[in-house]
């Protein structure tokens, strides 16, 4: 993995965002070194440190990916998958659609914010014990009425092709996304996920044909892929689960 063109940079110990990313460069075989886990978190801390020394344009907050030879780096998720997209040829050939698939990436970005503030809706600064009831609230209005306003509007986009994929017969970073966005809410709402999934035959469709491209199966069985857990932005707590 030495000679891996991308330098990925975010917290080491979870999948949080940088997971979009991950799922991503492995669905298209870009190889990546993952450098907060080769060493440790300080190391994070102290290369966006020394960006922001350089660069008027340091990353405000990770995960960003770094192209090795220039050393040119892009930090927010939906524009880390939409730059590999466009360097690695793997867009659509339809100017307009790819910029609707940035649309629905960065609608998935919101989903993803929605989904730390369910256990962290006061401060991300303030532990989950000391915002708890709020937590149970933003948890209550969550699953009932944002995860199907949202997932109405990505059945939607999938249920007008033919599929599985939502631009047609070649995967997208869309398609990558909502893998790892269903596998999120499994995790941190089984219950909820468990009673709406009928609802959403094509979001469940692309998640397992996600779960299928050669690349993220392999990545999926390794090491690489750490578990969910509760440092990350998919946590599971019983009580904001509903039954
Ligand atoms: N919108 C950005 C969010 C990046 C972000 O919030 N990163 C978190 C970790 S998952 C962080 O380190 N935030 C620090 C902060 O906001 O102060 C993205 O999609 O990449």
Do not use: C
């Not at 070194?33 to 008027?56: F, G, H, N, P, T």
Request: glycine fraction near 6%.
């Amino acid at each position: 993995m030495t000679d891996a063109p991308y330098d990925l940079w975010y917290w080491p110990s979870i999948q949080g965002r940088g997971e979009f990313a991950r799922v991503f460069m492995a669905a298209a075989g870009i190889a990546w070194r993952d450098r907060a886990r080769d060493s440790d978190a300080q190391a994070l801390v102290e290369d966006m440190e020394a960006r922001e020394k350089s660069s008027e344009f340091a990353p405000y907050a990770p995960p960003y990916l770094v192209d090795r030879e220039s050393d040119f780096a892009i930090a927010q998720v939906a524009h880390i998958l939409s730059w590999l997209t466009d360097r690695h040829d793997l867009g659509t050939g339809d100017r307009g659609l790819d910029l609707h698939l940035i649309q629905m990436q960065l609608t998935i970005t919101d989903v993803v914010a929605e989904v730390h503030d369910t256990h962290h809706p006061i401060a991300g600064s303030l532990y989950y014990d000391d915002q708890k009831d709020a937590a149970a609230q933003a948890a209550k209005s969550f699953r009932e009425e944002r995860i199907p306003k949202y997932f109405d509007h990505f059945e939607a986009a999938y249920s007008k092709i033919d599929g599985p994929f939502v631009a047609g017969e070649r995967w997208s970073h869309v398609d990558t996304s909502i893998f790892q966005l269903i596998e999120g809410l499994r995790y941190a709402f089984p219950n909820r996920m468990k009673s709406v999934e009928s609802d959403y035959p094509h979001l469940v469709a692309v998640r397992d044909a996600v779960a299928r491209i050669d690349g993220v199966a392999a990545y999926l069985a390794s090491d690489k892929r750490l578990a969910f857990n509760e440092d990350g932005i998919f946590r599971h707590y019983e009580e904001l689960d509903g039954k």
